[in-house]
């Protein structure tokens, strides 16, 4: 988790040196709708309807709060920005959202279809700084290739390919992977999720290819994504135990029996690959995959722009500013310039 907070700060940082590249107002208390969103921490969940797209999203959360099961199918974008807390109990969540409308949509989710996005504000103690996108199953016909560009073309989003544990023999058809490898072809921003690995569990031929996936064995377009597996409804047991007298341990509790349970499934696969606490671990190092990547690009950036502010107060006499002198003969400059300009715009006309 503390990874993860971490490059949070840096992706603001780089947020911040973006806008100045494009011009944009870094005020922090700025209202401006220019501010433009940093998208290292966007986490975009593809797959079919039952892959458990938005139990692996309430795992991360630490809270079920999207709906799950064969009622609880997605059937509209859901954004949700979390900001953790660390002043709220493990069993508390602050939740935001814009208005009744959305509320409702979120709460009868099985019912219509919108391609309308659901925006939603978490604060709670137990959640990284994401902001979690829970995208409706592939095969349903409101995800056509513009809302899939909208949310996944973003080059520093990170792509969860979430593909159940029973469908791992065929993991070559998943079409959340191959739209994956289309928008990330190096699989730089990508993860793979194996769900539901309890399911399988007597299922021999899927827990071989789950067991070659983790251990980038699998298919040769899987080989460099890195792979998780989850049971995936280890936050519903949570929730189960929260009128219990350790509650606000439950989490953790349940999240190591989750890894316990894996370990006694997969008996051959890395235990840094099992589990909700490596899911973080392996998203943490996804983004900071990306960061390194576009430091280079714009420190580089940074300093051309750098160089052109230094030429322009050399020729509005940076040379002077070394005395209370220099600095008013600066200003004066800047004066008679702004002056100059004024002047052309009244007498132009415009």
Not at 77 to 105: E, G, V, W
Not at 171 to 182: F, N, P, Q
Not at 296 to 323: A, C
Request: aromatic share 2%.
């Amino acid at each position: 988790m503390e990874a993860i907070e971490e490059l949070s700060e840096l992706s603001e940082a780089m947020r911040q040196a973006a806008a100045v590249l494009a011009d944009e107002d870094v005020d922090e208390t700025s209202s401006s709708s220019s501010k433009r969103p940093s998208t290292f921490l966007n986490v975009v969940a593809l797959g079919n309807v039952g892959a458990g797209k938005s139990a692996v999203l309430n795992s991360l959360i630490g809270h079920p709060l999207l709906p799950t099961g064969e009622n609880g199918a997605t059937r509209a974008p859901i954004s949700i920005d979390l900001a953790r807390d660390s002043s709220l109990s493990a069993k508390s969540i602050i939740l935001q959202i814009d208005n009744k409308s959305q509320q409702d949509r979120l709460s009868k989710g099985a019912s219509g279809r919108s391609r309308d996005e659901i925006y939603l504000k978490l604060r709670t103690s137990t959640a990284p700084p994401l902001k979690l996108i829970d995208l409706p199953g592939l095969e349903q016909r409101i995800v056509d290739e513009s809302l899939l560009r909208e949310y996944v073309e973003h080059n520093d989003a990170i792509l969860l390919v979430i593909v159940p544990a029973a469908q791992a023999p065929e993991i070559s058809s998943s079409r959340a992977l191959r739209i994956a490898k289309e928008y990330d072809s190096e699989g730089t921003r990508t993860v793979g999720i194996i769900s539901k690995i309890d399911q399988a569990a007597s299922d021999s031929k899927a827990l071989a290819a789950v067991q070659a996936l983790l251990l980038n064995q699998g298919p040769p377009k899987t080989s460099d994504i890195p792979w998780v597996a989850l049971i995936g409804q280890s936050v519903s047991i949570a929730s189960t135990q929260s009128g219990s007298a350790s509650s606000d341990n439950s989490l953790e509790t349940a999240w190591r029996a989750e890894s316990e349970s894996l370990k006694s499934i997969l008996t051959g696969a890395p235990q840094n690959k099992l589990g909700r606490v490596a899911l973080v671990d392996v998203l943490a190092g996804q983004i900071r995959n990306r960061i390194k990547l576009r430091l280079p690009n714009l420190l580089s950036g940074l300093q051309g722009k750098s160089q052109i502010i230094q030429d322009e107060l050399v020729r509005l006499g940076e040379q002077m500013v070394t005395t209370s002198e220099g600095t008013r003969a600066v200003a004066l400059e800047l004066c008679r310039e702004f002056e100059d300009k004024f002047l052309q715009h009244i007498t132009g006309g415009e």
